[in-house]
């Protein structure tokens, strides 16, 4: 079993900044591929950045340039740095973890809204 526990969420103003951490917790944080997700009002929940395990990453074309995604094993969280904020970002963001055979995991979401 893996908990995962998103923060970081907001409102921005466009152009603007936000970094988002998800802390893992029950299970070892290193063998997990980890991701964001985000789903945005009567859409359906899309990738939008991924590491693999020894640190590949994997990023939606929307957000290409803007956004990365980084994971910190010592401390078992996954971030994604969001910057160049559009309104388009706005979105519940969800962290995922997953390990083929052992499991996969989601987050509660944290909300980020781009709006001046």
């Known amino acids: 079993q893996v908990q995962l526990v998103e923060s970081g969420g907001g409102l921005v103003q466009p152009g603007g900044s936000l970094r988002l951490s998800c802390a893992a917790s029950?299970?070892?944080?290193?063998?997990?591929?980890m991701g964001w997700y985000r789903q945005a009002p009567g859409k359906q929940r899309e990738l939008v950045a991924s590491i693999t395990r020894g640190g590949s990453r994997n990023y939606a074309d929307s957000v290409k340039g803007r956004f990365t995604i980084y994971r910190d094993n010592a401390k078992n969280t996954v971030y994604l740095r969001m910057n160049s904020l559009k309104p388009e970002d706005t979105a519940v963001y969800y962290c995922?973890?997953?390990?083929?055979?052992?499991?996969?995991?989601w987050g509660q979401g944290t909300q980020v809204t781009v709006s001046s």
């Open positions: 029950g299970s070892i944080f290193s063998a997990y591929a």
């Open positions: 995922n973890a997953d390990r083929s055979g052992e499991g996969n995991y």
